[in-house]
């Protein structure tokens, strides 16, 4: 999962073309290393929606708030239809959900600090995951100790892990977390 909101290139900090590069090099590290592994891309904004490999170097972000729920609820759909029985989401997000779609189709959305609405969908849908043995591991780049706070109670939610990080060691971290829990699987 990829977030693709505003805040991805905000106050001149391109944080989603590392994004993009940790992304194709997983997928090359899945696809040689792993063949039998599947990757599925997604982005979200205001919405979700799965993308393919070969259009991820062309990614941009858009005027898009952070719609976390939408990713995660796409990203388990993903995965309930999938046979394989480990299964995980990394995401990549500066850690800030800011939208939510609500039943009649409208957006709520917030973007003033830690909207309580959207913050519990959120912890619900780590719940959930958990609850269908989805771990989620998060990948924050951003440095708001209240962000980072949230990250770590939605984190808690679901039993997955978070890493906090900036735009450099990024790519290091995902692949030590993929290749723990490749040999996690094998013992």
């Not at 106050?11 to 997983?26: H, N, Q, S």
């Not at 759909?77 to 394989?84: E, G, H, P, S």
Request: glycine content about 6%.
């Amino acid at each position: 999962m990829i977030d693709i909101s505003h805040i991805m290139s905000l106050y001149g900090e391109d944080r989603i073309t590392p994004a993009k590069k940790v992304a194709m090099a997983l997928a090359e590290l899945i696809t040689t290393r792993y063949p039998k592994d599947t990757l599925d891309i997604l982005v979200f904004g205001n919405d979700a929606s799965q993308i393919l490999l070969k259009d991820l170097p062309y990614l941009e972000v858009g005027p898009y708030h952070t719609n976390t729920v939408a990713g995660l609820e796409l990203a388990m759909d993903l995965l309930r239809r999938k046979k394989n029985t480990n299964k995980q989401i990394f995401m990549i997000t500066d850690g800030k959900p800011s939208c939510l779609k609500l039943p009649d189709g409208t957006y709520y959305k917030n973007s003033v600090g830690l909207d309580e609405m959207i913050v519990e969908k959120c912890y619900n849908m780590a719940r959930q995951a958990k609850k269908l043995h989805i771990p989620i591991t998060t990948f924050m780049i951003a440095q708001d100790p209240y962000l980072q706070k949230f990250i770590r109670t939605f984190t808690e939610a679901n039993r997955g892990k978070a890493f906090f990080t900036g735009l450099k060691g990024l790519g290091e971290m995902i692949f030590e977390d993929y290749e723990k829990n490749r040999k996690k699987r094998l013992e």
